[in-house]
């Protein structure tokens, strides 16, 4: 069965930066992407990029443009997503999910099916 | 970005009688190869979002046939024919139809 397993809640200071991993078991890490959403608290889930499982091809979202870093290591199936200059309103929980998305069509088709538990992050001096 | 807005925010319902939710998308959800990738997700208490629903109208499976989605274009329905207690959650519709994929606020199903 699939499974995506995430490292442990964190707590940082304003500034610092902040790295969750997604190790992934149960099918095969190089036919899919993995993206990355998160959830402040009370509110809706934010999108915030994908990387492809095989290439290292890249896709973030605008408003975390130059502040996050998505990378692989396929010789554990596990992701990373890097987040700098951690502000108060980066708090959040932080999921990763199985994302397969037609990336020859920059509008390309994408499906997301399993999800990680969620990463809490605390942003706070 | 795709703008998808869902209605009601809030759902009391009543145990064993049916729900209904709508999700709205600013514009056509219908890909160049005719599908249509609108997902239903259950988000329930303390949990990560579990998907129900994939192009519109396939459960997932182990997803109780209680559950059921319905539209085209740019209008959608979730349907739980009887809530049952492990419905309370909130759900969101996703669309994958155009990158990147975007999210309804979600509705919150609760008991009255």
């Known amino acids: 069965q699939v499974q995506l397993v995430q490292s442990g809640a964190e707590v940082k200071k304003p500034g610092a930066s902040m790295r969750v991993s997604c190790e992934a078991s149960g099918y095969t890490f190089t036919s899919y992407g993995i993206g990355w959403v998160r959830q402040a608290p009370g509110r809706g889930l934010e999108w915030l990029g994908w990387?492809?499982?095989?290439?290292?091809?890249?896709n973030y979202a605008q408003k975390v443009q130059g502040r996050v870093t998505m990378t692989t290591d396929t010789s554990t199936n596990t992701a990373y997503m890097e987040l700098s200059a951690l502000r108060s309103d980066d708090t959040a929980v932080y999921y990763c999910a199985r994302v397969d998305w037609y990336y020859y069509d920059p509008n390309g088709y994408s499906e997301i099916d399993y999800w990680g538990p969620g990463t809490p992050v605390t942003v706070s001096s | 970005d795709v703008v998808m807005t869902q209605s009601p925010l809030s759902l009391p319902v009543t145990l064993g009688q049916p729900a209904s939710m709508s999700c709205r998308s600013s514009?056509?959800?219908?890909?160049?190869?005719?599908?249509?990738?609108l997902n239903w997700f259950q988000q329930r208490p303390g949990q990560s979002p579990r998907r129900l629903i994939y192009?519109?109208?396939n459960r997932d499976s182990g997803v109780p046939d209680r559950f059921s989605g319905s539209g085209s274009g740019t209008e959608f329905t979730l349907k739980i024919s009887r809530v049952e207690a492990e419905d309370v959650g909130v759900y969101y519709c996703i669309q994958g139809s155009w990158w990147p994929p975007t999210f309804g606020l979600g509705t919150r199903v609760e008991i009255k």
């Open positions: 514009q056509s959800l219908v890909y160049s190869d005719g599908d249509t990738y």
């Open positions: 192009k519109v109208s």
């Open positions: 990387i492809s499982g095989h290439n290292d091809k890249t």
